[in-house]
Each structure stands twice: as structure tokens, then as C-alpha cells.
Nanobody
């Protein structure tokens, strides 16, 4: 069982920054961790993923160069540093954990086994 709790969301002006955190249970060290987001009326979309070792990282094209995913293996925390935020980044952000092997379907939300409750990010123009 992996427990996930997101925090760090809020209201920010366009061009600003936020850092999201996802506090995880001890068992998360065996999990591939990802960030997804969901805007009202839209499907949950992939944002970033990081491998168990932290060596392999992928980003959605829409956030590449602006967002940074990282994980603290000592404190069992997953981070998402979001810079140069845009109004289109407005969404509820979720962290997810998958316990299976690394596969090419990391961008699909249905490949994740556990989810947090989400944290709202609102970017004003």
C-alpha cells in the first residue's frame, strides 16, 4: 500500500513559480512516481515521471523546460518545481505511484496503482 498526500498548490500570477510536494509512505521507494493534472472538463494528463532510481525522467512537451520533477529518497517526498507558469497550467495536480516495471506507457494514468487527493493550482493572467 502506498499513501500519497499532495501539497503546495495555490494561486499565482502568470510567470510565477510554485513547488508541489507529494509526501509518500516508505513503500514508495519501490515505485515509479509521476505527476498528472486535470483541468475541469478535461481528462487527466501526464506532466512528468521519474524512475525508481531517479535517473530516468520524462516530461510532457507542454511543460518541458519549465517544470522539474525530483524525489527525496530520505524523506520520501516527490517534488514538482513549476516555473514560468501559464494560465493553461491551471488544474488540479495529482501524484501517482506505479509498482510495476518500467514500461513505455508511463504517460497513461491507468498504468498507475495509487493516487493522492490532488492539489489545486490556479494561474491568473
Amino acid at each position: 500500500q502506498v499513501q500519497l498526500i499532495e501539497s503546495g498548490g495555490g494561486l499565482v500570477q502568470a510567470g510565477g513559480s510554485l513547488r508541489l510536494s507529494c509526501t509518500t509512505s516508505d513503500t514508495s521507494s519501490d515505485a515509479i512516481m509521476g505527476w498528472f493534472r486535470q483541468a475541469p472538463g478535461k481528462e487527466r494528463e501526464f506532466v512528468a515521471v521519474i524512475s525508481r532510481s531517479g535517473v530516468i525522467i520524462y516530461y510532457a512537451d507542454s511543460v518541458k523546460g519549465r517544470f522539474i520533477i525530483s524525489r527525496d529518497f530520505v524523506e520520501n517526498i516527490l517534488y514538482l518545481q513549476m516555473n514560468i507558469l501559464k494560465p493553461e497550467d491551471t488544474a488540479t495536480y495529482y501524484c501517482g505511484a506505479r509498482l510495476g516495471p518500467w514500461t513505455s506507457n508511463y504517460a497513461y494514468s491507468n498504468s498507475y496503482d495509487y493516487w493522492g487527493q490532488g492539489t489545486q493550482v490556479t494561474v491568473s493572467s
